[in-house]
């Protein structure tokens, strides 16, 4: 086959591939749905109880120690709960995506950081730890005893047992989403795009 024969191929290919285009909207729109939820449940958990919040915030024993925490509290809170409102419904995506991105760097340094990369604790692969490591035999010897003493097949009948690592796996994976959706917008399924239609130079 001639080298332009694979030209012209490759270019037909690239032709409709580019039609897929017309569904663009679908990939911030994704992004968007799957963070509302996310955003939802850890904001009205907070607002739900403010002050146990605020008090863990600014804890320095048992919780954060962080400065300000009734502020920050409310601060957190709110932009969780209303960001997934934002996020839902397409309306200033980009600017909220600022305070959420805070929050997730906030949340994976003050409460994620010391336990490494992994959400769920793995004893082998190059994110594992002494931590997941000893994690995993442990979680090895609690299933031999429920082997032993208990009905593992109904105890593991709707999922398998783990141990949370709470590593910033998750909190790095959301702000990698709000990021993408900071540079490139929430797309044409959005408020934020019909704006951007009626009042060109405001963009979205």
């Known amino acids: 086959m001639s080298a332009s024969r694979i030209l012209s191929l490759t270019c037909s290919a690239q032709s409709q591939l580019n039609k897929t285009r017309a569904f663009d909207f679908l990939g911030p729109l994704a992004l ?35 400065p300000f925490p009734t502020l920050m509290a ?6 969780e709960a209303g960001g997934a409102i934002a996020l839902l419904i397409g309306l200033g995506v980009r600017w909220i995506s600022i305070p ?7 949340a994976a340094v ?20 002494e931590r997941t490591a000893g994690a995993v035999e442990r979680l090895d010897r609690a299933k031999d005893i429920l082997r032993e003493h208990g009905n593992y097949e109904w105890l593991t009948e709707n999922g398998s ?14 702000f990698i ?11 044409k399924a959005s408020i934020d795009h019909l704006i951007s239609q009626r009042f060109g130079h405001c963009g979205s």
């Open 74 to 79: 409310w601060a957190a809170a709110l932009t």
């Open 110 to 129: 003050t409460v994620h950081w010391h336990n490494g990369w992994l959400a769920i604790a793995e004893g082998s692969g190059i994110f594992a730890t």
């Open 32 to 66: 968007r749905l799957y963070l509302v939820p996310i955003f939802w449940m850890a904001g009205t958990k907070k607002l739900a109880d403010i002050d146990s919040t605020a008090a863990w915030f600014g804890n320095p024993d048992w919780g954060l120690g962080l």
């Open 100 to 106: 959420l991105m805070v929050t997730m760097i906030v």
């Open 161 to 174: 047992f783990v141990v949370l690592n709470n590593g910033i796996e998750f909190a790095a994976t959301y």
């Open 177 to 187: 989403m709000l990021l993408v959706l900071f540079f490139y917008g929430p797309g």
